[in-house]
Structures are given as structure tokens and as C-alpha cells.
């Protein structure tokens, strides 16, 4: 079992980079999925991007501007987000599961952070 702790969040103008950290305790993180939602107000919690095994995947809003990486060794993944547009404001959760097939759908992740808020002004 995991526990997420996400950080990193805050309030940048568009154009700027911020980089998210997930933080997750348990020995075995190397056996998890791990992946990155974002729900804006009054819409439904999105797939942003995904560490599984060796694949890395991203939704195509972000594609080219966001990069996901993981260090095992720290127990630790990060999401870079580069090219901020207003339209990324958003809370960002970071998810696990025991490794399996790759899924981008929330209800397939078994453990949520509490989310980390990303504005991006105009």
C-alpha cells in the first residue's frame, strides 16, 4: 500500500513552468502505476499523464508541454510542466495501483493524494 503526498502547486503566468512532486511511502513503489489527474471547477477529473513499467503516456492537452518522470530510488514522481496556458488551472492529483494494464481511467487507481492546486493567470 502507498500514500500520495503531492507538492509543488501554486500560481504562475501563462507561459511559465512549474514542477509537481509525488511523494509515496512504501517499500515497494517501483511495483506501482502511477499517474497524474486534474479536475478544474465544475468539471470531471481528467487524465493528465502516466508512469507505467517502462511507458510513459500523456493526454494530448498536454503532450509536447508536459513530461512525467519517476525516481524509484526516491520513491518520488514528478510531473515538469512547461508552456503553462490558463486552461491547465486546475487540482492536481497524483494516483497509484499495483502495476497492471494500462488504464488512464480514474476509477482504475486505488490510492489519491489529496491534490495540489495549479493556477495560471492570463
Known amino acids: 500500500q502507498v500514500q500520495p503526498v503531492e507538492s509543488g502547486g501554486g500560481l504562475v503566468q501563462a507561459g511559465g513552468s512549474l514542477r509537481l512532486s509525488c511523494a509515496a511511502s512504501g517499500r515497494t513503489f517501483s511495483s506501482y502505476d502511477i499517474a497524474w489527474f486534474r479536475q478544474a471547477p465544475g468539471k470531471e477529473r481528467e487524465f493528465v499523464a502516466a508512469a507505467i513499467s517502462w511507458r510513459r503516456d500523456y493526454a494530448d492537452s498536454v503532450k509536447g508541454r508536459f513530461t512525467i518522470s519517476r525516481d524509484n530510488a526516491k520513491n518520488t514522481v514528478y510531473l515538469q510542466m512547461n508552456s503553462l496556458k490558463s486552461e491547465d488551472t486546475a487540482v492536481y492529483y497524483c494516483?497509484?495501483?499495483?502495476?497492471?494494464?494500462?488504464?488512464?481511467?480514474?476509477?482504475?487507481?486505488?490510492?489519491w493524494g489529496q491534490g495540489t492546486q495549479v493556477t495560471v493567470s492570463s
Open positions: 494516483a497509484a495501483r499495483v502495476s497492471r494494464s494500462w488504464s488512464n481511467t480514474p476509477s482504475s487507481y486505488d490510492y
